[in-house]
């Protein structure tokens, strides 16, 4: 059964700081991982999705790393902004799964002024 | 284009009551899931839909019902409502469920069961 890890739980950071969110699963046979933002009683904004071919995809201050042997995403957060504070999820697609996703239990950020 | 959309957006019930929330995916999308979000579990999978079949179903009890129309717009049920159901329900979409694809989700169905 895949399981979805992300540390740290919550961050808090000052403004204008990089930072790198982590992720982990258990089971390497997957479609690919999304990393979705979430803000508080909100749905989910899919960030970057990232194929099990690819090692890692770009959008705009937003870097998503995968290396799919080890079974780690690292999503990378340049020059922090207040408006980046939210609930940051990672999901994997296994390839038995259909297309059900398995969700990490989430990192909360806040990004202080 | 117009986003997954939800409705409602909020839902109060009695506890036995039972309820239906209903989704709108994005045109053209033919895939819909459905999700439960508690603070306690996080975000679990309900069931898939794909062209008015079931395709994939997560570990719920059989309260927890779904249904796909012809236009791909879904409905989930949830009978005999208990408090433990409380929680916010999100479906997505995708253009089939392929393995390559990315899937948008709504705003979601806030519930609470009193």
């Known amino acids: 059964k895949q399981e979805v890890t992300q540390i740290p739980a919550a961050l808090s950071v000052p403004e204008g700081e990089n930072l790198v969110l982590n992720c982990s699963f258990t089971?390497?046979?997957?479609?690919?991982l999304q990393w979705f933002r979430q803000d508080p009683g909100k749905g989910l904004t899919s960030l970057l999705l990232?194929?099990?071919?690819?090692r890692e995809q770009t959008s705009g201050r937003l870097n998503a790393s995968l290396d799919k042997s080890s079974g780690r995403s690292t999503l990378y957060i340049a020059a922090s902004q207040p408006g980046d504070s939210a609930t940051y999820l990672c999901?994997?697609?296994?390839?038995?799964?259909?297309?059900?996703?398995?969700f990490g239990g989430g990192t909360r950020l806040m990004v202080k002024p | 284009k117009a986003g997954v959309t939800q409705t409602p957006r909020y839902l109060i019930k009695t506890r036995g009551q039972q309820v239906t929330l209903s989704c709108s995916p994005i045109?053209?999308?033919?895939?819909v899931s459905w999700y439960q979000q508690t603070p306690g579990q996080g975000l679990q999978f309900l069931f898939e839909?794909?062209?008015?079949?079931?395709?994939n179903k997560g570990n719920f009890p059989g309260r927890f019902s779904g249904r796909q129309f012809s236009n791909s717009r879904s409905e989930m049920n949830v009978s005999t409502l208990e408090l433990g159901d409380s929680a916010l329900y999100l479906c997505?979409?995708?253009?089939?469920?392929?393995?390559?694809?990315?899937?948008?989700f709504g705003p979601g169905t806030r519930l609470l069961v009193l």
């Open positions: 997505a979409s995708s253009l089939s469920g392929g393995g390559v694809e990315t899937q948008y």
């Open positions: 089971d390497s046979a997957i479609y690919n």
């Open positions: 990232i194929q099990s071919s690819q």
């Open positions: 999901a994997v697609r296994g390839h038995n799964a259909g297309n059900m996703l398995t």
């Open positions: 045109s053209g999308h033919r895939s």
């Open positions: 839909y794909f062209s008015e079949t079931q395709r």
